[in-house]
């Protein structure tokens, strides 16, 4: 099980699949996906991609398999750090990023802090804010999280957790730390020595750390998309939490940027997409 361990002893799980130029898959969910979060996408990168590329899916801290990490709000430089350490421990100086939802905020985080490490980005239904929506539609995915330990206690949160199998998905009171409640007992040792409300303010900081104030874009300030320094490829969302007014939003503001159309549903459409996406990273891929 290959994982980078960072300075403050959080361990960043990975998977690596294929041979070729490299591409960093990012998924999607309350704090950026994980390995697994591309099962319910229109299609699954790792199997369309692999036989091309060479594929790093990276399970951000608290997500998926990188369960060791402090009791802490989320991050996007720490998440970017994170990253960058992924592909020093793989010796990757340029990489490709597909994002999705979320993960694209997190691919826009890569470029920001380290623009010569990015070849090109696919941006999948990036989350945003456009006109249609309002921050209290993101922050209402942490509403059960706060709520259940109010009712039940802590130990109504482990319990969630314990049943949800790690996973903090929308309406599940688990939290964002239920991976590692799931499947650590020292941990949920240490989470229930915290008082209730401060587990509460915990919960809080980490929602704020993932759906901050003050860009729509959430990860990086908005004028700084419009020097935005690498190749996009975006695919537009078509719900409150991927508004198809940020995908055209971005598709109009950044300098090298190349929108699709819509790829809900199944059948040929998909088939589309996914050609457009390896003709994009092929194209942006060195010779």
């Not at 804010?129 to 482990?158: K, Q, T």
């Not at 003050?214 to 990086?220: D, H, L, P, T």
């Not at 004028?223 to 935005?228: A, L, Q």
Request: glycine share 10%; net charge negative.
């Amino acid at each position: 099980m290959p994982e980078t361990v960072r300075p403050d002893g959080a361990r960043i799980h990975y998977e690596v699949h294929g041979e070729g130029f490299p591409v960093l898959l990012l998924g999607d969910g309350p704090a950026g996906g994980g390995t697994a979060a591309w099962d319910e996408n229109f299609y699954h990168p790792v199997t369309e991609l692999a036989g091309r590329f060479r594929v790093i899916a990276v399970d951000p801290r608290h997500i998926g398999r990188s369960t060791t990490a402090p009791l802490a709000p989320f991050s996007y430089a720490t998440n970017a750090a994170d990253i960058e350490a992924v592909l020093d421990d793989l010796g990757i100086e340029q990489t490709h990023v597909v994002g999705a939802g979320t993960g694209a905020a997190q691919a826009w985080r890569l470029v920001h802090d380290a623009p010569g490490r990015v070849r090109s980005v696919v941006c999948q239904e990036p989350v945003g804010l456009d006109g249609s929506n309002g921050l209290d539609v993101f922050l209402a995915e942490y509403d059960e999280a706060m709520r259940l330990p109010r009712a039940e206690g802590i130990e109504g949160v482990i319990a969630a957790a314990v049943e949800a199998e790690g996973r903090f998905a929308d309406g599940t009171g688990a939290g964002p730390y239920a991976a590692r409640l799931h499947a650590d007992p020292e941990f949920r040792k240490e989470v229930l020595a915290l008082r209730r409300e401060r587990y509460i303010v915990s919960v809080v900081r980490f929602r704020d750390g993932v759906r901050p104030q003050g860009s729509a874009y959430f990860s990086v300030p908005e004028e700084w998309m419009t020097r935005f320094p690498a190749p996009l490829l975006i695919l537009p969302g078509n719900d409150p939490l991927h508004p198809e007014g940020v995908a055209k939003r971005l598709a109009a503001e950044v300098p090298d940027a190349r929108l699709l159309d819509a790829v809900h549903g199944a059948g040929d459409r998909n088939t589309e997409a996914v050609r457009a996406i390896v003709s994009f990273l092929e194209e942006n891929t060195p010779r």
